[in-house]
């Protein structure tokens, strides 16, 4: 199994950047996907869910409104919009297949900065 995650970089305050998860040597639609973050020093945090087939999908409260978690299960592909970006967003992205067992990508940097 493998994801890659992709799409990061820096990007001004206000600005949006999309995030995309490639999974390959599973049966992609099968599983939910997650998106987490973590920020350095701090622990690695939830950022959004979507269930198997889209069903269902959950956000942190800081995503809420600015962030949005697709997928494309043809492409066996997540992504994650994220708009009005704030310095605080600023983490190292990984995606998540939920298991069991779990698989991590390697993780993608976003910075916010001006």
């Known amino acids: 199994v493998q994801l890659v995650e992709s799409g990061g970089g820096l990007v001004q305050p206000g600005g949006s950047l999309s995030l995309s998860c490639a999974a390959s040597g599973l049966s992609f639609s099968w599983y939910g996907v997650s998106w987490y973050r973590q920020a350095l020093g701090k622990e690695r945090g939830l950022v959004a869910f979507i269930s198997s087939i889209g069903g269902v999908i959950t956000y942190a409260d800081f995503a809420k409104g600015r962030f949005t978690i697709s997928r494309d299960n043809a492409k066996s592909t997540v992504y994650l919009q994220m708009n009005n970006l704030k310095p605080e967003d600023t983490a190292v992205y990984y995606c998540?297949?939920?298991?069991?067992?779990?698989?991590w990508g390697q993780g993608t940097q976003v910075t916010v900065s001006s």
């Open positions: 998540k297949v939920r298991g069991p067992p779990d698989y």
